[in-house]
């Protein structure tokens, strides 16, 4: 969880529909996606998985949320549910990395019809917290706008545990292959549960109570788990 994460959001009634489309997305594309703030292409950011597990919320207002293992979202599978279902689709992805970062794009029928990315470029943004809240902040407004339900909380990634592994056998690789470091390095490695929250930036008690609720709400919904390669 945390303030890190993307979500697609469709307007469409029908979860059946939508998850039968996803199937076939990744039949075709396997665990390639592309989560990046920047240009449209494959990412390298994720590692690769041996299975892609989807969360879809009910329609609100005739959209449908959509999270990948929790902080996931897939830039190309939102302009495929758009084209196949002849429809508007957006992507929207919020990060604290680099100082803070937020973007959307926003497809109909497959086409991008409007997008924006808005990231720290200078050092003092970067080290300056309020370029976090003015990003939560900012994309808070844009799914407001959009009506966007459930947007920018997000359920655990159920990949974290097993990448907090991996780069703790990589460290401890690296110590092995320089001696002269043991006994001299204590490493504290932690899977973000400091990270900031929604309720950090949130003004009153019931907004915090408000989005305690939908993370109950997002955990309840169904998960749709696919084999890819």
């Known amino acids: 969880m945390g303030l890190d994460g993307r979500q697609i959001f469709v307007w469409e009634g029908s979860v059946d529909r939508v998850s039968g489309l996803i199937r076939h997305y ?3 594309v396997g665990s390639a996606a592309d989560v990046d703030l920047d240009a449209e292409k494959w990412s390298t950011v994720r590692p690769r998985v041996t299975q892609r597990q989807f969360t879809l919320s009910d329609p609100r207002n005739g959209i449908i949320s959509i999270w990948e293992d929790g902080v996931w979202g897939d830039k190309k599978l ?13 992507w929207l992805a919020l ?11 926003i497809y109909a029928n497959g086409a ?7 990231m720290a470029e200078t050092i003092e943004e970067i080290e300056n917290f309020e370029t976090t809240e003015q ?5 808070s407004e844009f799914a407001r706008r959009h009506t966007l339900p459930l947007a920018l909380i997000y359920p655990p990634d159920p990949t974290l545990a097993a990448l907090h592994e991996q780069a703790m056998k990589a460290f401890q690789d690296l110590l092995g292959m320089t001696p002269e470091l043991e006994g001299r390095v204590e ?5 973000g549960d400091d990270d900031w929250q929604p309720e950090d930036l949130v003004k009153t008690e019931a907004e915090v109570e408000a989005i305690k609720r939908q993370r109950a709400e997002i955990e309840s919904f169904p998960k749709l788990t696919i084999p890819c390669k």
Do not use: F, N, P
């Not at 990003?135 to 994309?139: H, L, P, R, T, V």
């Not at 490493?187 to 899977?191: A, C, H, L, M, P």
């Open 26 to 28: 990744v039949d075709k």
């Open 187 to 191: 490493v504290e490695y932690g899977s």
């Open 78 to 90: 939102a302009r495929y549910l758009s084209k196949e279902l002849e429809t508007r689709t957006i």
């Open 135 to 139: 990003c939560y902040a900012e994309a």
């Open 112 to 118: 991008v019809a409007d997008s924006h990315t808005r």
């Open 95 to 105: 990060t604290t990395m680099a100082g803070g970062a937020w973007g959307y794009v």
